[in-house]
């Protein structure tokens, strides 16, 4: 008995150790054999998978801090085509909720696309269906999920496998406020145009991609990845609201084709408005293509250049000054002409306005009065001025799109000496809105040239860096600089320009530019009207320029842009606390 | 001589009394006597692994659920900041600035004009300040995870007896 018990032992623990053994061999085997690489890849894939962590984009502010530009939650719903019970159903249900077509989503789940990804291509897993689906559709969907598989019955509606994704994207509460300087960034979370360009990468931040374990026992330390860098911009939106108040107003009114009007403290280069039409709301980039016709109509104030007619005629005068051409005292006999380069310039009512001091000069705005200046400084006095005003060169300014323009000079091939003149009144070459700025600035800043921008502080990682007054150069002397804006304020003050605001000194310039056409000649029946100016002239606070492109209504800029000049700073001088010139001397001298 | 007779001999006190001594001989050389001392030291060997396979199996439960609590904070971390960029942006829609000119025209207030405005002065005013985001402190770095949430027990062992070795 003990015998054949011990004989069955004997048979257990042999069949069992055989067994076991069998097991390990089966183990080492499989573990060296030739497929032992692709199990493991195998593995791998269900061991956990790469993610990519993008960072929150970075918030911009105005000059105040209120919020321009934020995040939202948005869905990506799509489908674990494993999952799906009933295609039917989530066609149906989401073709309702969300808009799309019936037809095609369900052929979509029934015949889904190939992934060309993988080598040979397989059937997709996952399809996504509709991305940036609003919270409030996404929870309805959710919940409709739910109630159905609570009640399922095998064959039944089912929305099994639909899926939900929530993650950040970007909104602008201020919707169309401020869109030509802010851009926007589109589904894939690029910036595009604007700041957005501009700082892209500081805004978007550091996407992180870590393997994440699917085993918590392995689970990985997510490092903690910092937001984008976020902008505080130098615009105070309630100027900005103004301006795009009064452009859209002046468009209207005047019939014009677009308007651009910049707001910029001079002293600074600080732009505190900046509006052109048409503006986009940034919360639905993608009718970009229905409202632009080109990507230079996003934001005209720097990406598209024109002749500026008049008001060039300002750095020919402070050029002229500068260089010592004339002086003060100088004056001129305007005979109805100048010829130069073999062509005759005329006046802009071909009429002869005899003698002429500079102040008259400019009141009147004689071309003629102006092609003297140029002639008496030569060449390549007035053109190396001109480039030291930064005029057809890229400012340099912070935000995406910015156009050079083009200044004609001697060496060209396409400079004729007759240039010299047209261009000294501003026709011939072709500016930017920003250039004239920046230009100007030097005039109304003691000869100072500043860098126009829009960003204030950048905020990255706890620290908020500022940023500070970027003088470009000196392209004249502080006491030209006065004496340029003084004869300019005085001009204005003797012609009576509509542009004039009771209480403020103001300088500036008119601009009534004929438009040239494609075959070469200027059209006599389209005018770009512009007027840029300062104030106030003692202490400037701010310089506004405005363009109003083919107005309708009249056809010279001291009749459209003019006005326009005017009620922003009626406007701004409100929003931005600059009491009148008296009263400031009063409270100056408390 | 077995091992575990010798082992047996080693334990026991080898000076015992003729009469003690006899009956331990009695028992050590009874029949059953050695299968009780191989089942014995069998199971001692069982419940060893047994404790050892507990504490490792505990060890591996309270990491693995460890493990799955940061998993579920870090998507908590995920929803909340996706909150509060909710929030943030809510805030600033209800303050938006049309919306703000809208509540105040309903409430009956109107644009200030140029020539209604009256200046003075006020002692001590200081103007509005350059805007400030931050503390100037740079931000805290979150605390990472303690090793024990993701070392194994051996890893454990492995680092005591490193720390003991260089200590």
Same mark, same amino acid.
């Given at each position: 008995m003990r015998q054949q018990y011990q004989w069955r032992s004997v048979v257990l623990i042999v069949f069992f150790a055989l067994l076991g053994l069998s097991i390990l061999v089966q183990i080492v085997r499989i573990q060296t054999s030739e497929q032992a690489n692709d199990f493991r890849d195998i593995a791998d894939l269900y061991s956990g998978y790469y993610r990519t962590f993008y960072p929150a984009r970075g918030d911009i502010y105005d000059r105040d801090g209120h919020l321009l530009a934020g995040n939202r939650t948005v869905y990506e719903v799509g489908v674990n085509l494993r999952d799906i019970k009933n295609p039917e159903t989530i066609a149906l249900t989401v073709s309702v909720t969300l808009g799309m077509n019936y037809d095609n989503t369900l052929a979509s789940l029934k015949n889904p696309p190939m992934n060309t990804n993988t080598i040979p291509p397989q059937p997709l897993v996952y399809l996504v269906l509709k991305d940036f689906v609003t919270p409030e559709n996404a929870e309805y969907l959710k919940e409709v999920k739910q109630n159905l598989d609570d009640n399922y019955t095998p064959g039944g509606d089912s929305l099994a496998g639909l899926e939900f994704k929530p993650r950040l994207a970007r909104s602008y509460p201020e919707k169309s406020i401020a869109a030509n300087m802010l851009g926007f960034v589109n589904f894939e979370g690029r910036g595009y145009f604007g700041v957005e360009e501009k700082y892209n990468d500081l805004l978007a931040g550091v996407p992180v991609r870590m393997w994440v374990p699917s085993n918590p026992n392995r689970v990985e330390e997510i490092p903690v990845i910092p937001s984008g860098a976020s902008l505080v911009l130098t615009i105070d939106r309630e100027v900005q609201l103004a301006v795009e108040d009064i452009l859209d107003r002046s468009v209207a009114s005047t019939g014009s084709v677009s308007g651009t009007i910049i707001v910029m403290h001079p002293q600074t280069g600080e732009i505190l408005a900046m509006a052109s039409t048409p503006q986009l709301d940034l919360n639905q980039f993608w009718q970009y293509g229905q409202v632009y016709n080109n990507a230079m109509e996003f934001n005209r104030g720097i990406s598209q250049i024109y002749e500026p007619g008049s008001i060039y005629k300002v750095f020919t005068l402070a050029a002229a000054l500068d260089s010592g051409a004339v002086n003060a005292n100088s004056s @001129?006999?305007?005979?109805? @002409? @100048? %010829?130069?380069?073999?062509?005759a310039i005329y006046n802009w009512d071909q009429g002869a306005w005899g003698p002429q001091n500079l102040v008259g000069c400019m009141q009147h705005s004689l071309n003629v009065c102006m092609s003297w200046l140029a002639d008496t400084m030569g060449p390549e006095t007035f053109y190396t001025y001109m480039r030291r005003?930064?005029?057809?060169? &890229?400012?340099?300014t912070d935000m995406s799109g910015e156009a050079a323009g083009r200044l004609k000079v001697p060496g060209d091939a396409d400079w004729h000496l007759v240039d010299l003149a047209t261009n000294s009144f501003g026709q011939g070459v072709a500016v930017t809105p920003i250039q004239m700025l920046m230009a100007a600035s030097s005039i109304a800043n003691e000869g100072k040239m500043v860098l126009p921008h829009v960003v204030r502080s950048i905020v990255s990682n706890g620290r908020q860096n500022d940023s500070s007054v970027q003088v470009i150069g000196t392209p004249i002397s502080a006491q030209s600089a006065r004496l340029t804006t003084e004869i300019l304020a005085t001009a204005l003050e003797n012609g009576e320009s509509l542009g004039l605001v009771p209480g403020y000194r103001i300088a500036g310039k008119t601009g009534t530019a004929q438009i040239p056409? &494609?075959?070469?000649? @200027?059209? %006599?029946?389209?005018?770009?009207a512009s007027f840029i100016g300062w104030g106030p002239v003692d202490d400037p606070q701010f310089m506004v320029f405005v363009w109003l492109e083919k107005p309708q209504s009249e056809d010279w800029a001291s009749l459209v842009a003019a006005p326009v000049f005017k009620e922003v700073v009626e406007r701004m001088v409100v929003l931005l606390d600059i009491p009148p010139d008296a009263i400031r001397s009063q409270l100056n001298g408390q | 001589m077995t091992t575990v007779n010798r082992l047996y001999r080693a334990v026991l006190t080898p000076k015992l009394?003729?009469?003690?001594?006899?009956?331990a001989r009695i028992y050590r050389e009874a029949p059953q006597y050695k299968q009780r001392l191989w089942v014995a030291l069998f199971l001692l060997a069982v419940v060893s692994i047994a404790m050892v396979s507990a504490l490792y199996l505990n060890l591996t439960a309270s990491a693995a659920i460890a493990g799955r609590q940061i998993q579920y904070l870090e998507l908590e971390i995920e929803t909340q900041q996706r909150v509060n960029a909710d929030l943030q942006l809510q805030l600033a829609s209800l303050l938006s600035v049309e919306t703000m000119e809208r509540r105040a025209y309903a409430l009956g207030f109107r644009p200030v004009e140029r020539d209604m405005l009256e200046y003075m002065v006020v002692p001590g005013y200081v103007g509005p300040q350059r805007l400030r985001l931050t503390s100037g402190q740079p931000a805290p770095a979150a605390p990472g995870i303690p090793p024990e949430f993701n070392q194994s027990l051996l890893d454990w062992l492995n680092l005591q007896i490193r720390a003991a070795a260089s200590n």
């Open positions: @001129y006999l305007d005979i109805g @002409y @100048y %010829s130069l380069g073999g062509a005003f930064g005029i057809g060169h &890229p400012t340099g056409a &494609p075959n070469g000649l @200027y059209l %006599s029946d389209q005018i770009n | 009394p003729p009469r003690v001594e006899r009956l």
